[in-house]
């Protein structure tokens, strides 16, 4: 796939499937052993897994929406540079109680596609920030 190709498979995967939770796109645009680094650990998530945090994601904040800031594309990797916002009105999330807090982070993203379908990322991104954010007064204390 061109570098335009793989930008447009990257944007549909964050509009319908991270911000609609169109569950039913992740088989098509997830590798059967898709994998995510984070920091220095390694997640073999596949479309299932991805279902699943999606599904999380989505029960705990339901107004959740990311927003593409940047996208740089070239060869068969994607960078991408957005924003996540939402509140958390749904379930418990990570062990937090449902705090009602709003939050807002940025983060980077980059995704190497294979045979047109994402095959691995890596994610950076200041979880500090986010969990401070979500942090009632009751647990702050703890």
Do not use: C
Not at 21 to 42: C, H, P
Not at 58 to 66: E, R
């Amino acid at each position: 796939m061109s570098p335009d190709e793989n930008k447009a498979l990257i944007r549909r995967m964050f509009d319908e499937f991270y911000n609609r939770a169109n569950l039913d796109l992740a088989d098509e645009l997830f590798s059967d052993d898709y994998a995510n680094w984070s920091g220095t650990q390694r997640a073999v998530l596949g479309p299932d897994g991805m279902k699943a945090i999606i599904r999380s994601q989505h029960a705990a904040f339901p107004d959740q929406v990311t927003a593409i800031d940047d996208v740089i594309a070239e060869g068969d990797k994607v960078v991408v540079r957005g924003t996540d916002t939402g509140t958390h009105t749904g379930t418990a999330f990570a062990n937090i109680p449902t705090s009602g807090k709003a939050f807002s982070i940025t983060w980077i993203y980059i995704f190497r596609i294979e045979n047109g379908k994402i095959a691995e990322s890596w994610l950076e991104l200041d979880a500090d920030v986010f969990w401070r954010q979500l942090r009632t007064d009751d647990l702050k204390s703890s």
